[in-house]
């Protein structure tokens, strides 16, 4: 069963603004994981917050954690037409148990 | 370096037959996990290797899936009487130690049961 939820399911922005999507999980964690995939490069690793960090930031992504809530966003701030692809987060115990994703447009 | 591969890239059959998918991991990762991704839908755990130890395979759907690994390299992900519910990508992923860390994944195999 899946562990992580997005929400929203799909997101059309314009290039330039910032995307923010959100994942609850379900149980205890190790870590939190941010993947992106499009077509061009599969499944590519973006970010990783432990369940001892609050936030994260890496380039133009923001990550943040909440234990309390079993919850989690993603931010992307001045986005570009690459950004373009699904957004998925997946909650570590061992495994990653991955949501739906959330699939990001960034019009031109 | 190489990434994770697998092979192969596409693969189309007919109900019932069996397939044979492989996954060769980085060089040194120990651990390695098998995924199911359904059209539109994310990835579905199915199986993880961790060195010698015994496989946790509960993510397996049926008894038809199995999957073997030699010590730390390559691993067969085998599918016996094929379903149409079977089409999916599946993935395999390596990783150093864990799933505490990073998975680097390989671009999957797309098999379509007809």
């Known amino acids: 069963s899946q562990q992580g939820e997005e929400d929203p399911q799909a997101l059309s922005i314009q290039e330039g603004e910032n995307a923010t999507m959100n994942c609850s999980y379900k149980?205890?964690?190790?870590?939190l994981q941010w993947y992106r995939q499009n077509s061009g490069r599969g499944l590519v690793h973006l970010i990783l917050i432990r369940s001892n960090e609050r936030e994260k930031h890496s380039g133009r992504l923001r990550v943040t954690l909440d234990t309390s809530k079993k919850s989690s966003s993603l931010l992307i701030t001045a986005s570009r037409a690459a950004d373009t692809a699904s957004y998925f987060c997946a909650a570590v115990d061992y495994k990653l148990s991955f949501g739906a994703g959330t699939t990001v447009t960034v019009r031109a | 370096g190489a990434g994770v591969s697998q092979s192969p890239s596409n693969k189309v059959t007919e109900k019932g037959k069996d397939v044979e998918l492989r996954c060769d991991p980085i060089?040194?990762?120990?651990?390695l996990y098998w995924y199911r991704q359904r059209l539109g839908q994310g990835l579905e755990f199915l199986i993880y290797?961790?060195?010698?130890?015994?496989?946790?395979k509960s993510g397996l759907p049926s008894d038809r899936f199995s999957a073997e690994r030699t010590g730390e390299s390559v691993s067969t992900l085998t599918i016996q009487r094929t379903q149409q519910e079977d089409s999916a990508v599946y993935l395999c992923?390596?990783?150093?130690?864990?799933?505490?860390?990073?998975?680097?994944f390989g671009p999957g195999t797309r098999l379509t049961v007809l």
């Open positions: 060089s040194g990762h120990t651990a």
């Open positions: 992923a390596s990783t150093l130690t864990s799933g505490n860390n990073e998975q680097f």
């Open positions: 149980t205890s964690i190790n870590n």
């Open positions: 290797f961790q060195g010698n130890s015994a496989p946790d």
